[in-house]
């Protein structure tokens, strides 16, 4: 048995259970909002949770990303093919939200289908991925008006979370199905990046990017795990910061200034069981990193097989 340094995540917040399947957490740092997927709800939570917007019909609201310079809240809205318990249609959008809950903005690009699953959020692109197909769609300074696919078609297969880089010229992509991508936001290439034993690193959901350390949620198999991610040139180097058991049916992380915020048991787990009731509400937990973004409050664990890392995934 080897020692581990693990960080111990603290829950903050606890969503009323009748909010069956939470999927997206954002936050300015003193607001916390989360979105509710089946009654298409999103709630601002401060010391009491309230409901501030309920989406249009068909459209449910899926990962959430604050945009600290516009203050707005970015909302990726769909109504996917394959869920049982929501009625497909062929376009999602992007919706951009007032703090309050108004609608400012919605796009979607023209004349194809569209299916955004989640969305990121910086002052210079605001980018959102199609889980469907895996193109990624930037709204980005400098260019026309609109979304502009970022990747090219038949690249990714199932796009997730993404994180413009610091030199604002690429893009960290979490393909569900590839693994993880760096796009060139110039050609539209996309080079996928191994992890530290070769393989490539599937099932990572939502990705931010803290300092030059990404985060990300990998729920590709049971339990979940909170991943963080340091790219090179030719791969990545990932490491468990919670060790290997702390998340059970997790979907989004955010950053909200001081601490990682995440969705641990989002309900997902129940999708295909009809008339299910929950009794225990989804837990929003909140990890405090440094100024260079590194998780704190660790303190020592013990995990077979030594340090939770690459081998620790499938």
């Not at 069956?20 to 009654?39: N, P, Y």
């Not at 530290?196 to 198999?221: A, E, H, T, W």
Request: include cysteine; hydrophobic fraction near 40%.
């Amino acid at each position: 048995m080897a020692a581990v340094a693990a960080v111990v995540p603290q829950t903050i917040l606890t969503i009323d259970p009748r909010h069956r399947i939470v999927e997206g957490v954002a936050s300015d740092g003193s607001t916390i909002w989360v979105s509710s997927i089946l009654d298409r709800q999103i709630l601002a939570c401060a010391k009491v949770c309230r409901t501030i917007a309920i989406l249009p019909e068909p459209l449910h609201p899926f990962a959430l990303a604050w945009d600290w310079g516009r203050k707005i809240l970015w909302v990726a809205a769909d109504c996917p093919p394959g869920v049982s318990v929501i009625r497909a249609c062929d376009r999602g959008a992007l919706i951009g939200l007032s703090p309050s809950g108004a609608i400012r903005y919605r796009f979607a690009p023209k004349d194809i289908a569209f299916h955004p699953g989640d969305v990121s959020a910086s002052q210079s692109a605001i980018l959102v991925s199609d889980s469907q197909n895996g193109l990624v769609w930037g709204l980005l300074s400098g260019r026309r008006a609109g979304l502009t696919a970022i990747n090219r078609p038949g690249d990714g297969k199932s796009a997730q979370g993404t994180a413009l880089m610091p030199s604002g010229t690429e893009v960290i992509v979490a393909d569900y199905s590839r693994g993880i991508g760096r796009i060139d936001l110039k050609t539209t290439a996309t080079t996928w990046l191994p992890r530290q034993d070769g393989k490539p690193l599937r099932g990572v959901d939502g990705l931010i990017r803290c300092g030059s350390v990404y985060f990300g949620i990998y729920n590709g198999s049971t339990p979940g795990a909170l991943v963080a991610i340091t790219p090179s040139p030719t791969g990545i180097t990932i490491e468990l910061p919670l060790g290997r058991d702390a998340l059970p049916d997790p979907t989004q992380v955010a950053y909200d200034g001081k601490r990682l915020l995440l969705v641990a048991d989002s309900g997902w787990a129940t999708i295909d069981r009809p008339g299910f009731v929950r009794t225990r509400g989804t837990p929003i937990l909140a990890v405090p990193v440094s100024k260079d973004c590194k998780p704190q409050s660790a303190r020592v664990i013990y995990k077979r097989g030594g340090v939770a890392a690459a081998k620790s995934l499938p």
